[in-house]
């Protein structure tokens, strides 16, 4: 077999086109932040390091550990979102003359624009990405009701509820979907559950991507860790254009991470955190692993369920369980290094997504069709 009959392939196509789709926005990312990092500086768009909870009590530990970082550029993903967005639109609208241009038929094939896999993801990104980039604002300027600036939490929740809302109902009236998939059990129909389950998952997602991005790096690893699993199991399920799409917004954080990493250049802010989590959120949803998200991105299981434990604990008893919530925060108040909890995340991280993944293939009897 010769080259020739090797590039004609369709797996091999397949494979090359996720991998140059998540180094094209490697690329676009990497080459981008100088110039709008360079723009935040300029602008001052730092972040205010607060002092009081929302409750108003003092944080002991937070604002103390991390007041050096005061003032560092935040609204960060947008370079991650934006990235994706002009990429997914380039593979439509300009690869296919510049692959008329130059001959080459493969650039043309990069095209992942695609309705059935892509459009739900690709609107949850940036609907989100818009109304963080309002809250990060308010957040730097002191506007809103909230202290110190930005949306009161029940707005913020608000939105949340409207974009999971329209997406179960989109998923749930539009597709037909109502079943959820038990890895190595099968699928189960569960009528109208399927709406409030859809809006827990993308919940979930969106709230803990947010809650656990508090240190350098941290919640930029574990998502790309995580978009990086759910790049292989939409191949594996042959759904290409999705699996490109996830490859994208892992190449784009990897760009994000390479200047994120401590001491940060600049953070991810909510139009990164909150987006991308819901984004993921969908992605879960449109692969039928709902339940494989959770074995995935457990870390996001520990760190919410370390804010509602501390919250709890408080309400009813007290007293706290944690030193500082969520959890992140608690092991830098016991002593450990900023850095050393965040790469102990992402191993612990990379360790679930691995059995995440191999749950979500061999789980769905993929290797069995």
Request: charged share 10%.
């Amino acid at each position: 077999m010769d080259i020739s009959q090797i590039q004609t392939i369709p797996e091999v196509i397949n494979i090359l086109k996720i991998l140059v789709t998540g180094f094209l926005a490697f690329l676009m990312a990497f080459f981008s932040t100088p110039i709008f990092t360079h723009f935040l500086y300029q602008h001052k768009i730092g972040i205010k390091i607060k002092k009081n909870s929302v409750s108003g009590e003092k944080l002991k530990y937070v604002s103390t550990l991390h007041q050096h970082k005061s003032g560092t550029p935040t609204m960060g993903g947008v370079l991650i979102w934006l990235s994706v967005v002009i990429l997914v639109f380039a593979s439509h609208y300009i690869f296919p003359y510049i692959a008329q241009l130059f001959g080459i038929n493969f650039i043309a094939r990069l095209d992942f624009l695609s309705r059935s896999q892509v459009w739900l993801p690709l609107f949850a990104l940036v609907s989100a990405g818009i109304l963080g980039l309002f809250d990060d604002y308010m957040s730097i300027k002191g506007i809103g009701a909230n202290k110190g600036g930005g949306m009161r939490f029940f707005s913020r929740f608000g939105w949340l509820i409207i974009i999971s809302a329209l997406g179960a109902w989109w998923f749930y009236f539009k597709l037909g979907w109502d079943k959820l998939h038990i890895p190595a059990v099968g699928d189960f129909g569960i009528g109208l559950w399927y709406i409030p389950l859809f809006i827990l998952v993308i919940l979930f997602s969106a709230i803990s991507s947010n809650e656990t991005d508090g240190l350098d790096g941290l919640n930029g690893g574990i998502l790309l860790i995580a978009f990086g699993s759910f790049a292989l199991i939409s191949a594996f399920q042959n759904k290409i254009d999705l699996a490109a799409f996830c490859a994208a917004l892992a190449g784009a954080l990897l760009a994000f991470l390479w200047f994120n990493i401590y001491p940060a250049r600049f953070f991810m802010g909510d139009t990164g955190a909150v987006s991308l989590g819901i984004t993921l959120g969908v992605i879960a949803m449109l692969t039928n692993s709902a339940l494989v998200l959770l074995i995935i991105v457990f870390i996001y299981v520990i760190e919410s369920g370390s804010v509602v434990i501390q919250l709890f604990s408080k309400r009813f008893f007290g007293r706290k369980v944690f030193l500082a919530a969520p959890i992140h925060h608690h092991f830098e108040a016991l002593g450990w290094p900023e850095t050393k909890v965040t790469m102990r995340a992402w191993i612990f991280t990379a360790v679930t997504a691995l059995i995440g993944v191999i749950v979500g293939i061999l789980g769905a009897g993929i290797f069995n069709k």
